[in-house]
C-alpha cells in the first residue's frame, strides 16, 4: 500500500518502486515525501472500489508515466460510489504534493470517522466470501505443488522448505520423530539424497496419483498424497485432485506408470494458520513409503 523510499530525513530523491502507483513529483525525478504514498493509497483504494486500475498500463511504462503527469487525475463515478469514497480519493490524488492532506488528516476525513464506531466480524466476511470447500482444495493443492517442487528440485530452492514449518512442527518417518524446522530440515535432506541414488541426473522423483482434503479442527486443512516413486528427473501430477496452471500432466506426458514404478509413498500433512494473514504451516507430517526395488536405501535414513 506504501511506496518504500521516505528515509528518516523525510525527503528522498531516489527513482525507485513500481511506476504502477508513483507518484507525479516521483515520476519527474523530484525530491519527494510521505505525500507520494498518500497518492499511491488513493490509487489502490480506487483499485479496490472499481475492480479496475484507472490506468491504461498494458502499453509500457513510459506511456503510463505520460498518463499519470499529463491525464487528470482518476476520479471514481459519482452515480456509483458515495460521496465520502469520492472526495477521499480526489483528495489522494492531487496532482500537487502539497496540496494532498497528510495522513493525519485523512484519518479525520469522513470516509473514516463515518465507520469509526461500526462493528465488523473481518473472519465473518473473509468466510461469507470464500467457499470454504474450494479453499480447502486450493491450500492442497498449492501445498502440494510447493512442497514436491521443493523435494524434488534444485538444490538452491531446497533450503526454503525450512519455513514451510513451525518450531512447534512435527515429521515423522520410519518410527523416528522430528520437530522444529531445523531438525525436520535434516531429516527430510538426508531423505532426499538418499532418493538421489547413483544415477545423476535422474533420480527417485515422486508421481502424485491422488491428492485429498478435509477440515481440521477450526481453521487447519488435513491433505493427504499418496502415489508412486519413479526413475526420473523432474516431480509429475497425474491430475487426480490437482489441476495446477502450468504443470505437465502425465497423462499428456504418455508415461507407463506401472512400468517405471520403483515404489508408492503416502503422506499427510495437517495445515494450520499461523500469526501472519494468509500463512499456513505444515504442523504435523506423517510419511509411509515403500520402495518395490531399492527398499534397502531407506535402510540407511
Same mark, same amino acid.
Given at each position: ?89 480526489? /483528495? ?14 485523512? *484519518? ?31 491450500? /492442497? ?22 519455513? *514451510? ?38 533420480? *527417485? ?38 489441476? /495446477? ?57
Amino acid at each position: 500500500m506504501t511506496n518504500i523510499g521516505v528515509n528518516m530525513f523525510f525527503q528522498c530523491a531516489t527513482f525507485v518502486g513500481t511506476v504502477t502507483y508513483m507518484s507525479p513529483e516521483r515520476i519527474q525525478n523530484e525530491s519527494y515525501s510521505y505525500p507520494a504514498d498518500i497518492w499511491s493509497l488513493g490509487l489502490a483504494l480506487f483499485e479496490c472500489g472499481t475492480g479496475e486500475f484507472p490506468y491504461t498500463a498494458n502499453d509500457g511504462p513510459v506511456n503510463l508515466m505520460l498518463q499519470i503527469l499529463e491525464d487528470p487525475s482518476p476520479s471514481p463515478s459519482k452515480n456509483f460510489f458515495s460521496p465520502e469514497f469520492c472526495t477521499f480519493i480526489d /483528495a489522494c490524488l492531487l496532482k500537487c504534493a502539497d496540496a494532498r492532506p497528510t495522513a493525519e488528516q485523512l *484519518l479525520s476525513h469522513p470516509f473514516i470517522t463515518r465507520y469509526a464506531s461500526a462493528e465488523v466480524d473481518l473472519a465473518a466476511f473473509v468466510r461469507s466470501v470464500f467457499d470454504p470447500t474450494q479453499r480447502m482444495k486450493d491450500l /492442497a493443492d498449492m501445498l502440494t505443488m510447493h512442497y514436491y517442487l521443493l523435494f524434488n528440485g534444485s538444490d538452491d530452492l531446497w533450503h526454503h522448505s525450512k519455513t *514451510l514449518y513451525s518450531d512447534d512442527s512435527t515429521f515423522s518417518f520410519s518410527e523416528k520423530v522430528s520437530t522444529g524446522p531445523s531438525e525436520i530440515f535434516t531429516t527430510l535432506s538426508n531423505l532426499r539424497k538418499t532418493l538421489a541414488g547413483d544415477w545423476p541426473p535422474e533420480r *527417485l522423483v515422486h508421481v502424485v496419483e491422488k491428492l485429498q482434503c478435509r477440515a481440521h479442527g477450526k481453521d487447519g486443512v488435513a491433505i493427504r498424497v499418496s502415489g508412486s516413486f519413479i526413475i526420473g528427473n523432474q516431480f509429475l501430477i497425474c491430475g487426480d485432485g490437482i489441476l /495446477a496452471e502450468g504443470m505437465q500432466n502425465i497423462q499428456d506426458l504418455a508415461i507407463d506408470i506401472k512400468s517405471k514404478r520403483m515404489g508408492t509413498f503416502k503422506e499427510q500433512f495437517i495445515m494450520e494458520p499461523g500469526n501472519v494473514i494468509g500463512r499456513y504451516f505444515i504442523s504435523k507430517q506423517e510419511l509411509n513409503a515403500c520402495l518395490e526395488q531399492t527398499v534397502k536405501i531407506f535402510k540407511t535414513t
